[in-house]
């Protein structure tokens, strides 16, 4: 195989962290509430024909029959749901094909405060919810809904898009009202309380509730005042690290999803994902201190992707995601901006030590090859394990590849290959193609199985990398690790052909 030649993608952004202070434990435990939708009436948040392209709503409110529908049917393939920014509806009758890893990152705790029925809309799916069924007017009178989360890795995968005609039924006219698929699942634990403007709280101190850490206690229980339900085993996730290969026993809980819509018609385009042009809020509404709210109640907040004076405005008060942006726009000259890549190297810096790994991530290439800062590979090298550890698998992939093949550092095929796998099994495909070719020749310490290289030049492939549809083709050709396969190999050939791998051309007999 050829020599490649790594450069830095950049990946999806995450939710920033928030503290607050509690109130009472409530005890008496009601019946089954109505749902959100008879308690909100009004109209859906988005607009018909206006679904947004990337979406990332949290699902700690949701019935526990909901819940275990989406964790079956992510065992079973990639998940397709009907999401109209205010109903979340599991289709466990309709998937695509694909399979999910786990992506392991450092644990991370977060406090999300809902205090209206507008933000509880554009952060829960809350026809399908408990406790946020039962607000309705209560808002008014200052009560908020506190969210505590406990994030220790994702389930993800490789697919970045899917078109409608990759969906497969299991049931006639299952897809038919499909508009998203599952792209990937935050996991760890939480607890969901009521509470109220007048109080502040943490994170930590909603975990440090007597019961909680016991598992399947995500039914809600309530007093006059408070509701609260939980899910998860904190104790669980703090023993968590990035480098695990699945989520603790205890620490599974599904806490927010990634959404991306499913395209409407003919072949899916793989999409090179690069969360400097997500948005990952609709109608509106700006990520503020983990949710999605409008601009004038946050003090700080993500600014829009292409709003350059809200970007500089959002950056000068210190939130790091919009510094990570500007640093993009003044990289590559962007919305009227002059590049200037030391410019940029010194946003990106204040944007990772702000906490936005994206920013680390952005850091490390320019330091890598050289661009606007002195050419540093140790320093790019740190970089690129802290991005990764906070939770970016493309981080991962490019760390790996370059230990790998010896492009940045000195060749170290065994430090590579926990790298490899992490980002391949977080989703990004980068990583896949070499992880592949360790696991068919027994190297960098995996034991020579082709039938797990074959399983990920697939996962690669899935997610549009070329040399892994080259792999997978002629694993497929020659009987690597399965049974061979000469006219399915053609499909992973041409799709390597269309990107413009040459050696796949010629697997196919073109020029």
Known sequence: MRRLTMVAILVPVATLLVSCKPGALMRKVR???PTASQALKDQPSCKKGELPEYSTPMVVDMKGAVRGDLEVAMRQGLVAVRWDCDTLEVLPDCRAEGSYGYFGFTPKQELVRLEDNDELKANLPVSAGVIGAELGGEFQRGTTLDIALMMIGKQRTTRGSIARADLVEDRPGACETATHFVRGATLGAFVLKTGSKAEATTAATLFGLPHVGKIGTSGATSSKEERQSSDGSVEACGGATPRDAEPPGACGALLRLELNRIDPAGAAVTRRESPQVQDPCGGG???????????????????????????????????????????????????????????????????????WPLGCASLAALHAQGIGVKRDPKKAVTLLTRACDAGWPTSCSFLGTVMYMGNLVPKDRSAAVPFLRRGCE????EGCFLLAEASRNGEGGEAKDPGKARRYFRMGCDGGDPMSCFGLGVALQNGIGGAKDAPGARAPFDKACKSGLAEACEALGKK
Request: aromatic share 6%; proline share 5%; with cysteine.
């Open 31 to 33: 019946s089954e509430p």
């Open 426 to 429: 977080g989703g990004a495909p």
């Open 285 to 355: 509404r700006v990520l503020a201190q983990g949710k999605c709210t409008e601009a004038v109640k946050a003090k700080t907040y993500l600014c829009k992707p292409s709003d350059v004076k809200d970007c500089e405005a959002q950056c000068a008060l210190g939130d790091a995601g919009s510094c990570s942006r500007m640093g993009y726009f003044r990289q590559e000259g962007l919305h009227g901006q002059d590049k200037d890549p030391a410019a940029a190297a010194a946003l990106y810096d204040k944007a990772c030590e702000g906490g």
